[in-house]
């Protein structure tokens, strides 16, 4: 999601078709070149085992919920949510709505089965429509990681873990100072599927702490 292209469109296309993850995703079957940024994170943190209960905010086209799903099994459930249209993914039940809504949000909690339950992970690679105002989408998008941090906390095993998309610059630190006071573990991951040109970095909050 809403990583800004270069004022050529032509070199962008150009560049992203070219691009090794892009042949990598259409060979294996894919969405998107974004599940590698998931499969890596995955790898070194162990972050998905099978049984799991795991939430996708921001899922379209449906990448990660693709890796997701692949890795809980059967006896998993992944519940995903997106403004955009997501061609369904087997065993994935997707949400088409704004999760920034109470109306979207009670349909996650719904799905999930209730305010009572608890889920092991929660991802979040929700991202704003890019307006070109550097302050203004940094604000937007700190506004959509605060509220994926606080359905974290409320719906989040005591050994969850979150892992949500941030950008560089205003409000990252205090961000993730912020997620200290909600997670015993919190750290950044920059993976080699994130484009070097772009601000985007990956947080990763373990364990909750005590309300």
């Known amino acids: 999601m809403a990583n800004a292209r270069p004022k050529n469109s032509r070199d962008w296309v150009k560049r992203h078709l070219s691009d090794p993850f892009v042949k990598k995703s259409k060979d294996e079957g894919f969405r998107s070149r974004a599940v590698y940024k998931l499969s890596e994170i995955d790898a070194t943190e162990r972050l998905l085992k099978p049984g799991m209960t795991v939430i996708d905010l921001g899922s379209a086209p449906g990448g990660w919920s693709q890796w997701s799903m692949k890795k809980v099994g059967s006896r998993g459930k992944v519940v995903a ?20 809504k109470e109306e979207g949000l009670q349909a996650v909690v719904k799905a999930i089965g209730g305010e009572k339950t608890k889920v092991d992970l929660v991802l979040s690679d929700m991202a704003p429509n890019l ?26 095993k005591p050994n969850g873990v979150f ?9 990252f630190e205090a961000f993730v100072k912020d997620l200290r006071t909600k997670f015993k573990s919190v750290s950044a991951k920059k993976p080699d599927a994130s484009r070097d040109e772009s601000r985007e970095t990956y947080l990763l909050g373990r364990d909750l702490k005590a309300p």
């Not at 949510?81 to 997707?94: E, S, Y």
């Not at 307006?131 to 409320?154: H, I, P, R, S």
């Open 81 to 100: 949510i997106d403004l955009l249209d997501m061609v369904p993914v087997a065993g994935v039940n997707f949400i088409k709505g704004d999760f920034s």
């Open 131 to 156: 307006t070109g105002v550097v302050y203004t989408d940094q604000a937007n998008l700190y506004e959509l990681a605060d509220l994926a941090a606080d359905f974290a906390v409320k719906f989040l």
């Open 163 to 171: 892992l949500v998309k941030v950008f560089q610059g205003v409000g």
